[in-house]
């Protein structure tokens, strides 16, 4: 503990009370709070830095496991009001680590979405450097390296309305694999490289009894190589998805 309120941990465990396989830890937290606002119940953070942080969810979720790992996640200017319940950060970065997300019900069995976000968030510039993502369904894995994703000006409401200016993605690349038990080898030879792509003006609304579910996007610029041979240099592409 130091003085402006600036605090120090290292080797931090936590699990769930309920469920212990469901556990978070972290090498390093090191973050400080300036005293003043907490009078005005808000809370301001010049920064907070985390390093090796471990995720693993377990049995939390019948349907959804996820497994994660984050060498170095930093974070500026967070503010916070007791009173709005809002959450305005002016910089978010992930850099290397690896994530893994199963879903059995990703394709097969469509769930009804119940889920809520609990605060509204804001979000200047958020960046993630050298990921990679396996998203498994029980069928396929797609595998997604990051190079550099930046995304600026999101936005996050509590009933999940998510709203993003522009997100630009460089270096990544995209893999698909089939389990042993669901051998397809069309899928398994299909190999995305070198690609890098610009999206403007993102909106997600999830469905809701007074809404049903809307994608809006702007693909402005689209570029790769793929395993078969062919490859797009400069595309646009704009796209609306509405459920029903």
């Known amino acids: 503990l130091y003085f402006p309120l600036r605090l120090h941990f290292e ?3 936590l699990t769930l ?10 090498s390093m937290l090191d973050f400080s709070v300036n005293p003043r606002p ?24 019948a349907d959804m496991e996820i497994d994660g790992y984050v060498e170095d996640f930093r974070l500026y200017d967070l503010s916070y009001g ?18 893994s997300v199963i879903d059995s019900n990703m394709v097969s069995k469509p769930r009804e979405n119940t ?41 996050v409401e509590p009933v999940l309305s998510v709203h993003l200016q522009q997100m630009q993605l460089s270096g990544g690349s995209l893999r698909v694999c089939s389990l042993p038990e ?5 899928a398994d030879k299909w190999n995305v490289t070198n690609l890098a792509m610009c999206v ?28 078969y041979g062919f490859g797009l240099r400069d595309g646009t592409l704009s796209c609306l998805c509405e459920d029903g």
């Open 182 to 186: 669901f051998n397809d080898p069309l």
């Open 82 to 99: 007791f009173l709005h319940q809002g959450v305005d950060i002016r910089e978010v970065s992930f850099s290397g680590g690896n994530v």
């Open 11 to 13: 080797d931090i465990s």
């Open 38 to 61: 907490l009078f005005e119940k808000r809370v301001e953070a010049p920064y907070l830095i985390v390093r090796g942080i471990e995720v693993h969810t377990g049995d939390m979720s």
């Open 115 to 155: 889920f809520s976000f609990p605060l509204s968030l804001s979000v200047g510039d958020c960046y993630f450097n050298d990921i990679d993502v396996n998203l498994c369904n029980g069928e396929k894995s797609f595998l997604v390296d990051v190079n550099r994703l930046a995304c600026s000006e999101l936005c």
């Open 17 to 26: 009370k309920d469920d212990d396989d469901t556990t978070v830890e972290m």
């Open 200 to 227: 403007d003006s993102v909106i997600y609304t999830s469905p809701s009894d007074s809404a049903q579910l809307c994608f809006k996007a702007v693909l402005s610029t689209l570029s790769f190589n793929e395993s």
